[in-house]
């Protein structure tokens, strides 16, 4: 976007903040971008985040923010981690091979796409346009979903559905798998999502 195209106030306000650090010659954004350094609050913002998950019971997710991003904690049941094989025939991405570094870090690079096969951790944000994925867990015929649905989640915004390994089935409009955040267990009970090496 060159300096030519700049032909408003309000235009000007767009590129500053698209583009800061190309817009140096733009004499309007130099105010703007003078201000433009990481504060506090945004390196608090992206730090990793610490999660107790001792409360957690089988069947039950909670939700963290990671860097503004909903991230669920899942502890499947047992029944719950035997059915993700069977689904790998209807899934677009069974073993999370696409954009692996983006999407799937090597330690989930499994069945359940996970470190330990009953906890699943996923940035519940939808590969499609961005939506958040509703829960449902719940196994069998109900509304948007087919008969022998095994439990998963439903994007209510264009009907993208994910087992319960964050894994989006075969011809829907998102084209991949739920992010695995990078996380680490601190023990047990302590879990750290945003890191994933010992210090
Ligand atoms: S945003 Fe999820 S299906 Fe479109």
Partial sequence: MSERQVDSSKRTWLIASGCAGAVGGVAVAVPFVSTFQPSERARAAGAAVEVDISALKPGEKMTVEWRGK??????????????????????????????????????????????????????GICSHLGCSPTDKFQTGAQPSLPDDWPGGFLCPCHGSTFDMAGRVYKNKPAPDNLEVPPHMYLSDTRLLIGEDKKA
């Fill in 70 to 123: 909903p991230v669920w904690i899942i502890r499947r049941t047992p029944e719950q981690v035997a059915a993700l094989p069977k689904i790998d025939p209807q899934l677009a991405d069974p073993k999370s091979e696409r954009k692996p570094d983006e999407l799937t870090p090597a330690y989930a690079r499994n069945e359940a796409r996970s470190i330990k096969p009953e906890l699943l951790v996923v940035v």
